[in-house]
């Protein structure tokens, strides 16, 4: 039986010694996976992995796995990819996807709901991305490789707001909360340079194909269809589309996750009442009884009803995201050989332009617009977060790493320079972390160093 005690809040808590065996050998995984920065730890130990196997003597081996072709599909719909393509133009759909639910709900219920709210985090937005851009371009101007401009313009959400998690209540609410927003306006504008910039030939044929699954879906948001399984399935034919109309797969996961549901198939009230009647019944009935089960599974599926779609298909899709995709697009995309290639990195323009763009034209482009935001009134800055903190997060807000060496991919070719342009963002990614962080825990509420 289990021994219930009372908590300082006056709730009840398992105590110890009602844990079932399986609970005790399991709760140190769990406690990991509850921690806000755990994405962030399983990113860095992939990338670990993948630059000591890709600078060991076993580095074939390393490319082998990656290359290895797989084959998915039936008939005439059969695709037969590289694992490694796989992973960037497959998985990564499904991120893209979570980060349109994302923006979604930012921009219906979150920082992002209302011109006022989102003002100040857009536009710092911005600047952290115009000013990168410009930095790669002043040095790779004239060169074949200047067209990859927005790697360093974009920002790991996971590794930022990880950073922001280990440092804890060092760290206020709001620049968590500013930082959030700035990084979801970031992949508003990331999106958009992909679409627009890194884009193949069109095929419009499957561009229409693409359109009509798009108008699908959304015809089934307005109709009631509340299944998360339908969307799927027209998710799949989507992203089949637009893999073949030219526009890089990746933006259909965006544009399908703006016609997913955000809104519940039961109104509160009806909820309340049914639930009241539920629980009624489950109280009269025997313990361990048919009817009190059948109230108790009654119960779950009018939860399962009252949560929209959007808020069940993102709290089901984070953990995989999180701990599978993310680690793996690192693992497949981290090995670069930098051992011999580090003498030539630190000279060339790429790596140049890429690891300036995050190291200087993030933090002082983010600060820079969002301090000329609040001086023209176009934005207010954040309850109780001063300049010094908000020129901090911007640090952190230069870290690139997955966004920086996905745009890399689509920027460059396989080999060389493709190689210098994942060194620099590796490095300056570190380097912005390391001085985000050290300015962070200096920083004091109440001082601000800019007036």
Known sequence: MENLQPTRSGRTAVTKSARAPIDVLTSPFTRFAEMEASGGVLLLAATVIALVWANSPWEHGYHALWDKEVSAGFGPTVLTWSRHLWVNDGLMSIFFFLVGLEIKRELLIGELSSIKRAAFPFLAAIGGCVLPAVLYLAINHGTPQANAWGIPMATDIAFSLGILALLGDRVPVSLKLFVAALAIADDIIAVIVIAVFYTAQLNFVYMAFGVVGLGLSYAANK???????????????????????????TIAGVMLAFTIPCNSSTGKPQFVEKQQRLLHRFEAAPPDSEEAQAALHSMERECVQME?????????????????????????????????????????????????????????????????????????????????????????????????????TLALPEGGLLDLAKIGTLAASVIAGCVGSFLLLRSRPGVSPIA
């Open 223 to 249: 109709v009631g269809v509340r299944n998360p399984r339908v969307y799927a399935l027209v998710g799949i034919l989507v992203w089949f589309a637009v893999m073949h109309s030219g526009v890089h797969a």
């Open 308 to 408: 929209s779609p959007l808020h069940r298909i993102e709290h089901a899709l984070q953990p995989w995201v999180s701990f599978v995709i993310m680690p793996l697009f690192a693992f497949s995309n981290a090995g670069v050989h930098v051992l011999g290639n580090l003498a030539a990195a630190v000279k060339h323009p790429v790596t140049i332009g890429v690891a300036l763009g995050l190291l200087l034209g993030k933090p002082f482009g983010i600060t820079a617009f969002a301090w000329a935001a609040e001086r023209l009134k176009l934005a207010a800055r954040p309850s109780a977060v001063n300049w010094m903190q908000i020129f901090a997060a911007s640090w952190v807000c230069g870290i690139g790493f997955t966004m920086s060496l996905f745009i890399a």
